[in-house]
């Protein structure tokens, strides 16, 4: 493949689409459909053009791409949460991995969405709606938040990590059957012998909170067991201490907590610690998520095992495969439901 020349002053500045051409032997018009996308472009011209394009180092201007393939090579990661839980909760972290890993065979760029806590989801989904992405992932989303009817109302494909709350049969989503979880749990704490379980549950207007809790119920109901321990957390530390507080003056009695999230379980630990309870002797516990803080508890948590990072890839997969298949997005949903696994620790261990 013959180059043409260029000149110390031209070697200093980025290869252009015409060198490109030039080289490969094409018109510009052909090689500028084989470097955005390769349609009506045969095997050889194509071959030819990323040939010339990796020896000249050509990167294509984004911007002008976009105008040629009406892509921005963007997608959005929507999280519906307030800043400092963005910074600290793992499940949000391990989120961001899972999505980086399996963005990095592709030329997309991340975009992170935060919502405002008092806003209803209105700035996203104007967004959304604006051409500012190809696509999102939405995660830790809410009854309220307005997000599964912007995706809806969109141009663009939206994959949830997550069950929606409506239309399943129209949106897709990754999830973990987390009612399987907390039957899982609380079934293990009635086999050890445990018949005062309480439940420090999630946040009520998601599904995450809610499934676990009914995974909880269904296990007591079928033990004949009471359900009655029920205090409510936001998967946070701080609220689950405080709920685990309630718990005790109610029932001094309790001898098993089942936390919706392992963050939740640390501050159930805190509770039980200052009121003098043994773990487990006293009150066995079990988290739920397994993304590091169980094992390192000071107590180590046994926990339901949450697969966060190959859940977020998985979205971004099928978010890709969305984007690859082009408009209309009209694929028949087909979640993926992760099953749960229970990882037994020392919190319910040698009593």
């Known amino acids: 493949m013959a180059f043409p020349y260029r000149n110390s002053l ?33 095997p050889a011209a194509q071959t030819a053009v990323d040939a010339a394009a990796k020896l000249l180092g050509y990167s294509p201007n984004r911007a002008a791409r976009s105008l040629v393939t009406r892509r921005t090579d963007s997608i959005a990661l929507v999280i519906p949460e307030p800043d400092e839980r963005v910074l600290s909760d793992p499940f949000i972290g391990a989120t961001l991995r899972g999505i980086s890993a399996a963005l990095t065979p592709s030329d997309k760029q991340l975009v992170l969405l935060i919502a405002r806590p008092d806003e209803s989801g209105g700035r996203i989904a104007k967004y959304l709606r604006s051409g500012y992405v190809d696509g999102a992932v939405i995660v830790s989303h809410h009854r309220k938040d307005g997000l599964e009817d912007a995706v809806l109302g969109s141009r663009i494909p939206g994959v949830f990590v997550g069950r929606p709350f409506h239309a399943e049969d129209l949106l897709h989503y990754i999830d973990v059957d987390s009612a399987a979880g907390g039957r899982l749990a609380t079934e293990h704490l009635i086999g050890l012998g445990r018949r005062r379980i309480a439940h420090i549950a999630g946040p009520q207007d998601m599904t995450a909170g809610m499934d676990r809790t009914r995974g909880w119920r269904e296990a007591l109901q079928a033990a004949k067991l009471p359900s009655d321990l029920f205090a409510q957390g936001d998967f946070t530390t701080a609220t689950a201490y405080e709920a685990m507080n309630n718990i005790l003056h109610r029932e001094p009695g309790v001898d098993a907590v089942f936390a919706a999230s392992d963050l939740m379980a640390l501050g159930a630990l805190a509770a039980l610690r200052e009121h003098g309870k043994n773990v487990p002797h006293d009150v066995a516990v079990i988290g739920f998520d397994d993304l590091g803080g169980a094992a390192n508890a000071s107590i180590p948590l046994t926990t339901v095992r949450n697969p966060v990072v190959e859940m977020a890839s ?37 009593y």
């Open 10 to 42: 031209v070697e200093a500045s980025p290869p252009t689409l015409d060198e490109v051409a030039a080289a490969a032997g094409v018109s510009r018009s052909t090689a500028s459909r084989a470097i955005n996308g390769g349609l009506r472009v045969s």
């Open 314 to 350: 998985s979205a971004v997969e099928r978010l890709l495969h969305l984007l690859d298949k082009g408009a209309p997005f009209d694929e028949q949903p087909s979640p993926i439901v992760f099953s749960p696994e229970l990882i037994i620790r020392e919190s319910t261990r040698g």
